[in-house]
């Protein structure tokens, strides 16, 4: 991809991806991994998102490893060249990442074909870790600065679509938080007027 106009319709693609409605964050995710597969020319591109909780990366969207290896693969930040990426916060480029000495290999994603990786970090608008967009292929590869950085700007696309999914959850949530009270208080509103009719009545049998 060297000419700026196929750059420009790259970036768009996802874009208009991101912009899409859709309650399933997984497909999404698999639809902007095979599009940046595509546009970056690779035969894999794999997203790890970072768990806080559990303070590992996980494997959460995949074109070209084993898709049955999605959400069972996970690392520490100390493992791996995923977690290099976020340890180090920016960009790596392995041209042979099996002969790396951070390369960690999991079975059950069938990586071991592929020899080139580059990896870049995923931010939120704070720079908060989000996760590790990588760029695997089969044959050992130069990826040059344009590559790199065209990759580095579509895990800000990335990055805006998850923060698009969350805001998504967080409003959902609050509405139906709100519904959840605003059932509450006609249940106690309910529960108020019958006690006060029982009441009512009690008071006026007393004498």
Same mark, same amino acid.
């Given at each position: 991809?060297?000419?700026?106009?196929?750059?420009?319709a790259?970036?768009?693609?996802?874009?208009?991806?991101?912009?899409?409605?859709?309650?399933?964050? @997984?497909?999404?995710l698999?639809?902007?991994?095979?599009?940046?597969?595509?546009g970056?020319?690779?035969?894999?591109?794999?997203?790890?998102?970072?768990?806080?909780?559990?303070? !590992?990366?996980?494997?959460?969207?995949?074109?070209?490893?084993?898709?049955?290896?999605?959400?069972?693969?996970?690392?520490?930040?100390?493992?791996?060249?995923?977690?290099?990426?976020?340890?180090?916060?920016?960009?790596?480029?392995?041209?042979?990442?099996?002969?790396?000495?951070?390369?960690?290999?999991?079975?059950?994603?069938?990586? &071991? @074909?592929?020899?080139?990786?580059?990896?870049?970090?995923?931010?939120?608008?704070?720079?908060?870790?989000?996760?590790?967009?990588?760029?695997?292929?089969?044959?050992?590869?130069?990826?040059?600065?344009?590559?790199?950085?065209?990759?580095?700007?579509?895990?800000?696309?990335?990055?805006?679509?998850?923060?698009?999914? !969350?805001?998504?959850?967080?409003?959902?949530?609050? &509405?139906?938080?709100?519904?959840?009270?605003?059932? @509450?208080?006609?249940e106690?509103?309910?529960?108020?007027?019958?006690?006060?009719?029982?009441?009512?009545?009690?008071?006026?049998?007393?004498?």
């Open positions: 991809m060297s000419a700026n106009k196929d750059r420009l790259f970036i768009e693609h996802l874009s208009s991806i991101g912009g899409e409605h859709s309650d399933d964050l @997984r497909e999404t698999d639809r902007v991994a095979f599009a940046i597969a595509s970056m020319e690779a035969e894999v591109c794999s997203l790890y998102l970072f768990d806080p909780q559990r303070e !590992r990366l996980v494997l959460r969207a995949t074109v070209g490893l084993d898709r049955e290896s999605v959400g069972k693969v996970s690392m520490r930040l100390n493992e791996g060249l995923v977690g290099l990426v976020l340890e180090k916060d920016e960009p790596v480029y392995v041209p042979d990442a099996i002969s790396h000495q951070r390369y960690k290999y999991f079975p059950e994603t069938g990586e &071991e @074909r592929f020899h080139t990786f580059l990896g870049v970090p995923v931010h939120d608008g704070r720079k908060k870790p989000l996760g590790v967009l990588v760029a695997q292929t089969l044959e050992r590869r130069k990826f040059n600065r344009n590559e790199i950085r065209l990759l580095s700007t579509a895990a800000n696309q990335v990055a805006q679509i998850l923060s698009h999914f !969350r805001l998504r959850e967080s409003l959902v949530t609050k &509405e139906k938080e709100r519904l959840e009270y605003k059932r @509450r208080m006609i106690a509103n309910r529960q108020l007027k019958d006690y006060e009719k029982v009441g009512g009545k009690t008071r006026h049998a007393a004498p």
